[in-house]
C-alpha cells in the first residue's frame, strides 16, 4: 500500500517563477494537508483540503494556493517565488470527519529552492 | 492560538544512555499531542501520539512520552539510545475542536548518538 507520494522530491526555480508541486495521498484518505519547513526549523501549516475545498488556512500569503481533485490529490502553487521560500514542502494525508482525524502520513517532501 | 517549545534544539547523548527530549505546549482546549522523527531528506513519521487516554503513551522504537497537564508537559524519552535515534524530533500539538485538525509544530530537536 502506497503511502503519500510527492513530486517532483527536488526543484530548483528563479525568483519571480511561479511552481506546481504534487501529492498524491495515502489509499483510503480523503484530506491533504500542506506544511512548509524552511532549513532549521518545524513545519509550518499553509492550508488543508477536504472535499475539493479549502478548509483550513495558515499565515502563508495569497501567493500560496492550492487545489483537490475528486481522487483526493492535490496540488500546491507558488507564485512569484521568493528567496525565502525556499524549504522543503511537506504534504500530509489524513482521514477522518470532524474532530477525530487521527492519522497524519506525512509524504517524503519537495525541496524547493529558489535561486 | 496553540504552540510548542522544545527546550534545547540539540541534544548529545552516549550509546546506551537516557535520551530526554523536552516539550511544552500551550493550549486554550484539551490537546492531542504527538512526537514525529525525521532522518534526513526524508518527511516525518510518527512516533507515538496522546488522544487523552492514557496519560504515559508507549510509541515505535521504544519510545515513551508522558503527559502532565498540570506542567503542560509532553516530554519524549527511551531508555537506551541506540545510533539509529539520531535524528530530528519534532513535538506538535492539534486543537481537538477544529475541523482542520492542524498541527502546529515546535521548533526541533536534533539529536546526536556518540558511540
Known amino acids: 500500500d502506497a503511502g503519500v507520494t510527492q513530486s517532483p522530491t527536488h526543484l530548483i526555480k528563479t525568483r519571480g517563477q511561479q511552481v506546481t508541486l504534487r501529492c498524491s495521498p495515502k489509499?483510503?484518505?480523503?484530506?491533504v494537508s500542506w506544511y512548509q519547513q524552511a532549513l532549521g526549523q518545524g513545519p509550518q501549516f499553509i492550508f488543508q483540503?477536504?472535499?475539493?475545498?479549502e478548509r483550513q488556512r495558515g499565515n502563508f500569503p495569497d501567493r500560496f494556493s492550492g487545489h483537490q481533485f475528486p481522487n483526493y490529490s492535490s496540488e500546491l502553487n507558488v507564485n512569484a517565488l521568493l528567496l525565502g521560500d525556499s524549504a522543503l514542502y511537506l504534504c500530509?494525508?489524513?482521514w477522518g470527519k470532524g474532530r477525530f482525524n487521527y492519522g497524519y502520513t506525512f509524504g517524503s517532501g519537495t525541496r524547493l529552492t529558489v535561486v | 492560538a496553540q504552540s510548542v517549545t522544545q527546550l534545547g534544539s540539540h541534544v548529545s547523548v552516549s550509546e546506551g544512555a537516557l535520551v530526554l527530549l523536552r516539550c511544552n505546549y500551550s493550549?486554550?482546549?484539551?490537546?492531542?499531542l504527538f512526537w514525529y522523527v525525521q532522518y534526513p531528506n526524508q518527511g516525518l513519521q510518527l512516533l507515538l501520539k496522546?488522544?487523552?487516554?492514557?496519560?504515559l503513551v508507549k510509541g515505535i522504537n521504544g519510545f515513551e512520552a508522558e503527559f502532565k497537564k498540570s506542567e503542560t508537559s509532553f516530554h519524549l524519552t527511551k531508555p537506551s539510545a541506540h545510533m539509529s535515534d539520531a535524528a530530528e524530533y519534532f513535538c506538535?500539538?492539534?486543537?481537538?475542536?477544529?475541523?482542520?485538525?492542524?498541527?502546529?509544530f515546535g521548533g526541533g530537536t536534533r539529536v546526536l548518538v556518540k558511540p
Open positions: 496522546y488522544t487523552s487516554a492514557a496519560t
Open positions: 493550549s486554550s482546549v484539551p490537546p492531542y
Open positions: 500530509a494525508s489524513s
Open positions: 483540503y477536504y472535499e475539493e475545498e
Open positions: 506538535a500539538v492539534s486543537d481537538l475542536r477544529a475541523a482542520g485538525n492542524k498541527l502546529t
Open positions: 489509499s483510503g484518505h480523503d484530506t
